[in-house]
Structures are given as C-alpha cells and as structure tokens.
C-alpha cells in the first residue's frame, strides 16, 4: 500500500488534538523512513533521532539487561508513536526499536521538531494533551504487571487490541514479544492463552489470530472477577 506523509500523520494519535496550522507545519518537515524486518532503527542510548509515526507495519520498543534479557515496553502499530518522549525532553532515546515486520514510518526531525514546539504554543499544548493518553496507557501496563495475574493481563491486552475487519484479534509480532510486553515468560503466555481457549472465551483461528468468543468473562478475568481458570 502506497502511503502518503499527510496520511499517516492524520491517523496519528499524539497528533489528534493538534490544531491545523500546526499540523501542516509537522507534515511540511516530515519524511518517509522504510524498515525492512529485522532492522534496528536505534539503540538504546543513541541520539534520538525525532518523533517516527508509523504508518503500517510493526515496531517492537524493548530495554535489554545486563545479562541480555530483554523488556518488551510496547508494540508500535499503525497510527502509534515512538521517541516521542526523548524528542520532547531532548534527551538520547531510553530503548531500543527494532521492526519486526517491513514497516514504513514518518520521521519528524528532532531539531526542526522542537523548534515547532518552541515557537508554536497551541501545537505544544495539542501535543501535550495527546501525550496523556500514551502516560494513563502505560500507567495502566504498568497496574497490570503488578496487580493482575497472567490470565489478567492476557485478557485486557486482548480486550483492548483493535479487532481486524473479521472481528478477529491478531497478535502483533512473534508471541514471545508480547509474552514479554507482558512480563510472561513465553511458557506462561502460551499456558495462559492455552487455558483461555479451553475455557471456551476465545478460539484460536491462526498462529498469528485469536477470536474473541466471550467478551463479558474475558472482562471479568481482566478484571479478577472470574473464577480461577
């Protein structure tokens, strides 16, 4: 699919309370970046290169340890953002994104970026009030890791992904990044969806799709309501 700059930028998130003229100002800057699966856009600790939007495809945003573990923080899909943090405070980017898929991204250069911010309140205050959703999101993450269960987390992360034309949820990159996102290990996501399924509340169609078949108790067990699997 062939995607256009101004395209991207208007399914953009983070950009949604931006006022017009704003707006045009950041698709004037704007470039197209292609990733090819695999392909490390940065490192962590590199100089942030600006804000990307992704347009389609998939980014996985990770942290690696000192014994090489790796933290999956979150998965970047179509309309999502990332750097946008280190951008914004001017800092070198915390972790490391690499595409797990061939993704095309729009780069808002950071030091015309932040100029934008600089010069142009109201497209600063547009931003900011976007940026609170991406915080309560994370917040939100991070509630999950620590007050819900394996089944908890596996049942809001499915209730909350966008479902395809279908109804059916795909799950984004290779099973063992989202057991990660999740802070399961690959075992337990595989276990903790395994049991989903055999209490009939989704069914698997496909390596890479499940299909939400009970919503209700999937929110009970989101919620810890539901009787233990």
């Known amino acids: 699919m062939l995607l256009n700059i101004v395209d991207v930028l208007t399914h ?7 006022p017009a003229a704003g707006f045009q100002r950041l698709a004037a800057m704007a470039r197209l970046c292609q990733f090819r699966k695999g392909q490390m856009v940065f490192r962590e600790n ?34 999502d953002t990332f750097a946008e943090v280190a951008a914004i405070g001017g800092f070198n980017v915390p972790a490391s994104a690499e595409a797990v898929a061939r993704t095309t991204c729009v780069l808002l250069p950071l030091e015309r970026f932040r100029r934008a911010l600089e010069e142009d309140h109201t497209l600063c205050l547009g931003m900011m009030t976007s940026l609170t959703v991406w915080v309560r999101r994370m917040v939100m993450l991070a509630g999950d890791i620590a007050l819900r269960d394996a089944a908890g987390r596996l049942a809001r992360f499915l209730l909350e992904s966008p479902p395809a034309k279908d109804g059916t949820v795909k799950l984004p990159g290779l099973k063992r990044y989202v057991a990660s996102h999740l802070n399961l290990t690959s075992e337990t996501f595989s276990r903790t969806l395994r049991r989903l399924v055999d209490a009939g509340l989704i069914a698997e169609v496909d390596k890479a799709r499940v299909r939400l078949l009970e919503p209700k108790k999937l929110r009970q067990v989101a919620e810890g309501l539901f009787p233990k699997l």
């Open 46 to 79: 590199d100089p942030c290169p600006g804000v990307f939007v992704v347009g389609q495809g998939l980014i996985r945003v990770f942290k690696t340890g000192s014994g090489g573990k790796e933290q999956v923080l979150h998965m970047v899909g179509p309309g």
């Open 12 to 18: 953009c998130d983070l950009l949604a309370e931006v």
